[in-house]
């Protein structure tokens, strides 16, 4: 059974920064497409960031030159470096696995107060 878990999220101040992990069980998560989606209160999901097997990323162009999306296949873990916070950035972060059967985590709250 495929378990995603985040971890990291908190409050903190316009300016300051935060670091999101996401530890997969239960999956080869080497070979996994993996991507890191928030929801702010009522507005739908969205993408923040993703990365390839092959460790290549892709951003939403709200957080590029501010967050950066890592993996480390050894410790089957996505972190989710997130500097310069935003209080739009407020919202529930998930991670999610890709593939024929899609996986999200159950999500961590980052509020980012102004």
């Known amino acids: 059974q495929v378990q995603l878990v985040e971890s990291g999220g908190g409050l903190v101040q316009a300016g300051g920064s935060l670091r999101l992990s996401c530890a997969a069980s239960?999956?080869?998560?080497?070979?996994?497409?993996m991507g890191w989606y928030r929801q702010a209160p009522g507005k739908q999901r969205e993408l923040v960031a993703e990365i390839t097997s092959d460790g290549s990323t892709n951003y939403a162009d709200s957080v590029k030159g501010r967050f950066t999306i890592s993996r480390d296949n050894a410790k089957n873990t996505m972190y989710l470096q997130m500097n310069s916070l935003k209080p739009e950035d407020t919202g529930v972060y998930y991670c999610?696995?890709?593939?024929?059967?899609?996986?999200w985590g159950q999500g961590t709250q980052v509020t980012v107060s102004s």
């Open positions: 239960g999956t080869i998560f080497s070979i996994n497409v």
């Open positions: 999610k696995r890709f593939g024929a059967v899609v996986y």
